[in-house]
């Protein structure tokens, strides 16, 4: 059995070669294949992306960050959160059509069978999208475009990274000469933290975390924030915009994709067994209830 290690701020990252990655979805289907239309539903992802690359400007986006952030929505634990995922399907994800809730947990399954000892690692999996609470009404019930998706940039031109690119020709920001250069409103290794993502569950979730107080480490909050930055952490884009703390972060990012995009399965995981475990996390983490 083949061992990687890689030394990264205190700690090692062992990629112990043990979780099979499947040929293919729970459809049958090739993974995250966007480009052929094999089904009804890949038809639907594609009209989806179409929607989000027309709709998330930079106005918008900062529009989000500003009401969001007053976090007035709700106060209420993590697993609670966790348990209202159960009303909420991804339409931008042609590999998977159950409740979020499977998803989570067989992620941070999937991550604590190889990553035993990297228990901050088994909790990012189980939050990471809870920020999909966003198209819930209470929560401002949010078209699914402005919820999930693929993550890209705002500020400076879309790169060809982005699946779909076509469609960003229609989106208001493409001709705007402040954002259609390579940089645009950033300077080179200006870090992600200064960038001005396209809102959705990812950034949503983060301020959440971070605004009440989770002591998860760094690479916890990268992966919350930038595990839909596919054009990135996928394709290579955008590595003009990272800083040192970026690359190094990349990295826990790159393992935990693995176990995010590969570990979905018709077969569920029973909730009520883990469950213990999971509060022993939360509450080690995070607060017993935070604002939303």
């Known amino acids: ?125 189980l939050i990471h999208d809870l920020g999909k609470i966003l198209v819930l009404p209470k929560f401002g019930g949010l078209p699914q475009w402005a919820v999930v998706g693929d993550t890209f940039p705002l500020g400076c031109a879309f790169d060809e990274s982005n699946i779909h690119h076509k469609y960003f020709k229609e989106n208001q920001d493409f001709n705007n000469p402040i954002y259609n250069t390579k940089n645009g409103i950033y300077n080179d290794s200006i870090g992600l933290e200064n960038v001005m993502m396209s809102w959705g569950h990812d950034d949503y979730m983060y301020m959440v975390a971070k605004e009440n107080g989770t002591t998860l480490p760094s690479a916890g909050l990268f992966i919350i924030r930038y595990h839909s930055f596919y054009p990135l952490h996928k394709n290579g884009g955008y590595k003009h915009l990272m800083n040192d703390e970026d690359e190094e972060n990349l990295k826990w990012l790159h393992v935990f994709n693995k176990y995010d995009l590969y570990s979905k399965s018709k077969v569920h995981v029973n909730v009520e067994e883990v469950k213990p475990y999971y509060m022993s996390l939360i509450e080690k983490y995070f607060p017993a209830k935070l604002r939303w």
């Not at 480009?35 to 027309?54: D, L, M, P």
């Not at 998803?103 to 901050?120: F, G, T």
Request: with cysteine; aromatic share 10%; hydrophobic share 30%.
């Open 1 to 125: 059995m083949v061992k990687m290690t890689i030394q990264l701020e205190g700690k090692k990252i062992q990629d112990q070669d043990q979780f099979m990655v499947p040929q293919t979805n729970a459809f049958g289907h090739d993974f995250r294949d966007y480009n052929n239309a094999q089904s009804e539903r890949q038809k639907g992802v594609e009209k989806f992306y179409k929607t989000q690359h027309i709709n998330q400007t930079y106005d918008f986006v900062k529009k989000m960050r500003e009401d969001y952030i007053k976090l007035d929505k709700a106060k209420m634990s993590i697993w609670e959160c966790c348990e209202l995922l159960n009303d909420v399907v991804d339409d931008s994800d042609p590999d998977l059509d159950e409740p979020q809730i499977q998803h989570l947990l067989q992620s941070a399954e999937a991550i604590r069978k190889d990553y035993p000892n990297e228990d901050w690692l088994h909790l990012t999996a």
